[in-house]
């Protein structure tokens, strides 16, 4: 039996949401099993299973994508992650007061994770700059300012002396860097923006379905797939 919904917000839930709260609630609040990952999600999966463990020195072949385009990277990465400044599949969490609290912890209001981090320093008062990835398969398409804001939120909450934050969304297959950084004087803005961003998020009890061509071409719910939405369109 699946467990009771209970709220807590990451970027792949925000996505969700933003893109239709109908299908959300679907898939989080309605716990509607969708069967198994299609063929795109599985690989992407296993691709980003292979850069880690190559990182962690778990593998000694450099994966083939992530050679095709940041050999140079990997390796930088793999050198550095005994010292103890780079970690790979990075998990954080945090309760309603922006306090650290475990992933499964049923005071868990905020969950982030970044494929790879690296910080210019071991000790937590001693790190100021502060690198994260996330690597993607594909090319670019849309616009990913939500992601690259969300990117930067716990860094500053961990690191309290984090004077700056770069993320890079690396495309493995295009070698294209979507680049952001977001400075300690830029960060309450951001802070301020996306706590309200959740609240209102948290607040949603009506669910409106929002239908699109675009919105709907890939949901699992609709006429495609599960046929149990009956906004879908093709439109």
């Not at 050999?71 to 990075?90: A, F, H, K, T």
Request: with cysteine; aromatic share 14%; glycine share 4%.
């Amino acid at each position: 039996m699946a467990k009771p919904y209970t709220f807590a917000f990451s970027y792949s839930r925000w996505s969700l949401w933003r893109k239709c709260p109908l299908a959300y609630k679907y898939q989080n609040v309605d716990k509607i099993d969708t069967g198994p990952p299609s063929p795109a999600m599985k690989e992407g999966r296993e691709v980003h299973d292979d850069v880690a463990k190559y990182i962690e020195g778990k593998s000694a072949t450099m994966p083939p994508r992530l050679a095709k385009n940041f050999s140079i990277l990997g390796d930088q990465l793999r050198e550095r992650y005994p010292m103890g400044v780079v970690r790979v599949e990075q998990q954080m969490a945090f309760d309603r007061d922006i306090r650290p609290v475990s992933w499964f912890s049923s005071e868990t209001w905020m969950r982030f994770i970044w494929d790879a981090l690296w910080t210019n320093a071991i000790k937590l008062p001693e790190v100021t700059v502060a690198s994260a990835i996330d690597w993607k398969t594909g090319k670019p398409y849309g616009s990913y300012d939500d992601q690259m804001q969300i990117f930067a939120l716990p860094a500053f909450w961990h690191y309290p002396n984090l004077q700056k934050f770069t993320g890079h969304l690396l495309y493995l297959d295009t070698g294209d860097d979507k680049e952001f950084e977001i400075t300690r004087d830029q960060f309450p803005d951001v802070e301020r923006t996306w706590l309200n961003n959740i609240r209102m998020m948290e607040a949603d009890i009506a669910y409106p379905p929002t239908p699109s061509r675009d919105s709907c071409k890939f949901c699992d719910f609709g006429r495609k797939k599960l046929n149990i939405c009956e906004h879908w369109t093709d439109q």
